[in-house]
């Protein structure tokens, strides 16, 4: 099931995917098909931090670094005016028993398309 334009989505930023001395990301973050976000809706960005860390981290290889959180109509807007491919990007609730916020951009998305997304996260470090 689609969810709604106006939710924002969060996504695990890993020490393998973020190189902290210039802040710069991997396209890799985005780039595939079914890209697992967590819905902001159901489980606050507070409680994003335990939540990742759980379910991303594998110490001491990958660590959980930043997370970066994108409004889903945004997404949608970065993935229908990519010039090079315009893609009808989606966010589907994909709810699990222990992870209740849950979801994918389902479409695949190219290394291109990826670092456009990537270009508007707006990165969270923890506070």
Known sequence: MPIDLSEDIARA?????????????????????????????????EDTWDLFRQRVEKPPERTLERIGVINVGRLAEIGRTFTANPTALTVEAVPLEDYPSHAEIPQKISRGLAFEIVRNLMVKGES
């Open 13 to 45: 930023i890993c020490s393998d995917q973020f190189d902290p001395a210039t802040g710069e990301m991997s396209a890799s973050l985005f780039k595939g098909v079914g890209t697992s976000v967590s819905r902001l809706s159901i489980c606050p960005l």
